[in-house]
């Protein structure tokens, strides 16, 4: 069965970084999209950004374009967020998911997902 477990959370100041992980198991990843979600407290979760296992092209959330960068390591069947210039309004808990075939900014089309790791920012 599909696992994955993010990892890389924590607490950083505005303006900081930090590297979230996603390590994906339990099958071959070849023919599936993934993506990191991130829900803030009271808020709806909502989609930040993605990308094919198998292909270079990758999507991401207006706020986030431009500090955000995801990533993978297909040797090590694993998936990166890269986070810059982080706000207090990028906190919240940022999930890991994965999709058979084809991207979706839509949070329920989205198949498989991980346990999340919390993201906090202070001002």
């Known amino acids: 069965q599909v696992q994955l477990v993010e990892s890389g959370g924590g607490l950083v100041q505005a303006g900081g970084s930090l590297r979230l992980s996603c390590a994906a198991s339990?099958?071959?990843?070849?023919?599936?999209?993934m993506g990191w979600f991130r829900q803030a407290t009271g808020k709806e979760r909502e989609f930040v950004a993605a990308?094919?296992?198998?292909?270079?092209?990758?999507y991401y959330t207006a706020s986030v374009k431009g500090r955000f960068t995801i990533s993978r390591d297909n040797a090590k069947n694993a998936v990166y967020l890269q986070m810059n210039s982080l706000k207090p309004e990028d906190t919240a808990i940022y999930y890991c998911?994965?999709?058979?075939?084809?991207?979706?900014?839509?949070?329920?089309?989205?198949?498989?997902w991980g346990q999340g790791t919390q993201v906090t920012v202070s001002s």
């Open positions: 998911a994965a999709r058979r075939l084809v991207v979706s900014l839509t949070v329920n089309d989205w198949g498989y």
């Open positions: 339990g099958r071959t990843f070849s023919d599936y999209a």
């Open positions: 990308m094919y296992w198998s292909a270079d092209s990758t």
